[in-house]
């Protein structure tokens, strides 16, 4: 059954995981634990119970939707500074209660303000795609704006896209190939564009994610000396794991088929993983109806369907990242999926 008005789960959903672990940052405790909890058990078990989806919300534009990115980007930012400073000893939590403090905000960001900052660079303002990119860049993962933007949504399901997961291939081993080939590959797409821009060269895209990546550092070494810069090294390490995880998941085993002509076949709705979970779709802003989005990039996160001819995961997203963790496992539950939808009758 649909839930009719799905903005409000949005929002309650979102906005409640950053105003717990901020509680955390600063009381420790029982707030700590619900942080975390939130992240955790709590969107995988309700996942389970609840076998009601999102409805779509129809039509082109929703100024909702805009205001609850925009509301989860400053929370992003303002949680960075206070996890950062409590990591450092600001609020005097003690050894567990910064392990759990920092596993929820890593999971956060890794998860819900990825989601965020996926939805902002595909937006068409400029301000909210400079806020998207803002948020990568926090987490010291600026350039996956050109590599999503210009290589993944261009060569999604080749051997020419880093972030598609091929068959059989483990998480870890895929982690070392992306993140590299990214950077790698945006940083040549923006230089074959970049000289027809009439910009000066310090508006290369690839000079603001270093510079900016710099001044995060340097911002966590102002908050926390030393501790600062290994909170916040550590805060980008654990979210861009959950980002490569969403990456591997959602694209695993599935390739497009080469043509007659040498090109690949146009991307379609069985190229890419989803997810109808109603937790933590909403939690993840629609991100595991991920096949709707390489078909309509522009198209606003309420508006993102699923249909039959979708591949599905066997469990949530999150659940699935956390099986990806373990190749065997992994390889076991998946395979036999895969190679199902790339069977030519599909």
Same mark, same amino acid.
């Given at each position: 059954m649909p839930v009719q008005n799905p903005m409000p789960i949005f929002s309650i959903v979102t906005l409640m995981a950053p105003t717990l672990i901020a509680a955390g940052a600063i009381w420790g405790g029982i707030w700590a634990v619900a942080g975390l909890f939130w992240m955790t058990a709590l969107t995988a078990s309700l996942d389970m119970l609840i076998s009601r989806t999102l409805t779509t919300v129809e039509g082109d534009e929703f100024p909702s939707a805009d205001r609850l990115s925009v509301a989860l980007s400053l929370a992003h930012f303002a949680l960075w500074l206070l996890v950062v400073a409590a990591l450092s000893g600001w609020t005097d939590l003690v050894l567990w209660e910064k392990l759990v403090v920092f596993t929820a905000a890593g999971l956060f960001m890794g998860q819900?303000?990825?989601s965020n900052a996926h939805e902002l660079i595909h937006r068409p303002g400029r301000w909210l795609r400079r806020m998207g990119r803002w948020i990568y860049i926090s987490v010291l993962f600026g350039h996956h704006l050109s590599a999503h933007t210009l290589v993944h949504h261009v060569h999604v399901g080749t051997k020419s896209d880093p972030s598609t997961a091929r068959s059989g291939?483990? +998480?870890? /081993? +895929? +982690? #070392? /190939? #992306?993140?590299? &080939?990214? +950077? /790698?590959? &945006?940083? /040549? #797409?923006?230089n074959r564009r970049f000289p027809q821009s009439g910009r000066p060269w310090w508006r290369h895209p690839y000079y603001a994610y270093v510079v900016g990546a710099a001044l995060a550092v340097i911002t966590a070494a102002v908050i926390g000396g030393a501790t600062g810069v290994l909170a916040a090294l550590c805060l980008a390490g654990f979210a861009q794991t959950q980002l490569m995880l969403s990456d591997y998941v959602q694209h695993y085993g599935l390739s497009r088929r080469i043509l007659e002509n040498g090109k690949p076949e146009p991307v379609g709705a069985r190229h890419s993983w989803n997810a109808p979970h109603l937790m933590s779709s909403a939690l993840m802003l629609n991100a595991p109806r991920h096949s709707d989005h390489h078909a309509h990039p522009a198209r606003a996160f309420p508006a993102l369907r699923l249909s039959d001819d979708m591949p599905m995961l066997p469990r949530s997203l999150p659940v699935m990242a956390c099986v990806a963790l373990y190749p065997r496992l992994w390889r076991r539950v998946m395979d036999p999926h895969a190679a199902q939808w790339q069977q030519p009758s599909q």
């Open positions: 819900v303000s990825n291939e483990s +998480f870890y /081993r +895929f +982690f #070392a /190939r #992306a993140w590299k &080939g990214g +950077f /790698r590959e &945006g940083l /040549r #797409a923006e």
